[in-house]
């Protein structure tokens, strides 16, 4: 991305359309979309990049989760709200926010981060997202920031509650499915074996006609749980996920 996309505010409106935030101050914003690698690359003159909002960000994000928490579960312990917190405040369901709001798009990277993939980076993401709580908190001040916040991890939260701290291994391939490769997985039951009462179903995994490995369990859903697993993993070893 060159100088004059970087100075381009016009570009910057759909992005704030999507977070649900108007800047009062731009540059806040363009800060926080600003990897350090394009500050060096620019000779800017916050070589830091989006780091030390990132930084902010980070403390924000966490006490505004807390106070979340603490009023929509009263009756939970400090433990429970603990893991809560962190199956909802962390770099695959950050990241994964930033997805889902288009921010990758908006990034400003280093000609080699870029070409390295680095808008769908985990980390990238997570921090880029990060940053972004610091600005609005800047700009518009913590009522702001609440709201925002509220309004992005509504949905995460409610889930969480749901379903327990962690979530299932079919929600996370889809979620990182669509985000890299743009598809949805497809289950494939390939075997029933043994009697009804121990039966045992094999699953094959697909993404965009590319078959995956197999996941074994004793119903279709703890197969393909077992197999989402797996793929998971296989992506992730061979260096298909960047964190």
Do not use: W
Not at 135 to 151: L, N, P, Q, R, S
């Amino acid at each position: 991305m060159d100088a004059k996309k970087y100075r381009n505010e016009d570009s910057l409106i759909e992005l704030q359309q999507k977070i649900g935030y108007y800047f009062k101050n731009i540059t806040l914003l363009r800060e926080a979309l600003t990897h350090k690698s394009f500050a060096n690359e620019m000779n800017l003159e916050n070589c830091f990049g989006n780091e030390r909002l990132e930084f902010l960000g980070d403390a924000v994000l966490g006490l505004i989760t807390s106070h979340i928490l603490m009023e929509r579960f009263k009756e939970c312990p400090e433990g429970k709200l603990s893991k809560m917190r962190a199956a909802i405040v962390n770099t695959q369901e950050l990241s994964a926010l930033a997805r889902r709001l288009d921010m990758g798009r908006h990034i400003l990277l280093s000609r080699g981060e870029d070409e390295s993939r680095g808008r769908n980076k985990k980390s990238i993401l997570a921090n880029v997202y990060e940053a972004l709580v610091a600005a609005v908190y800047y700009d518009g001040g913590f009522e702001e920031v609440f709201c925002m916040i509220e309004k992005h991890f509504s949905d995460l939260i409610d889930e969480v509650a749901q379903k327990g701290f962690a979530r299932d291994y079919k929600s996370r391939l889809q979620e990182y499915s669509q985000g890299k490769f743009g598809a949805v997985p497809r289950y494939v039951i390939v075997t029933e074996k043994g009697p009804d009462h121990i039966k045992i179903f094999e699953t094959q995994v697909f993404i965009n006609d590319v078959c995956y490995t197999k996941g074994r369990g004793r119903n279709k859903k703890a197969a393909e749980q077992d197999a989402a697993q797996k793929t998971l993993e296989i992506l992730i070893k061979d260096g298909c996920e960047s964190d």
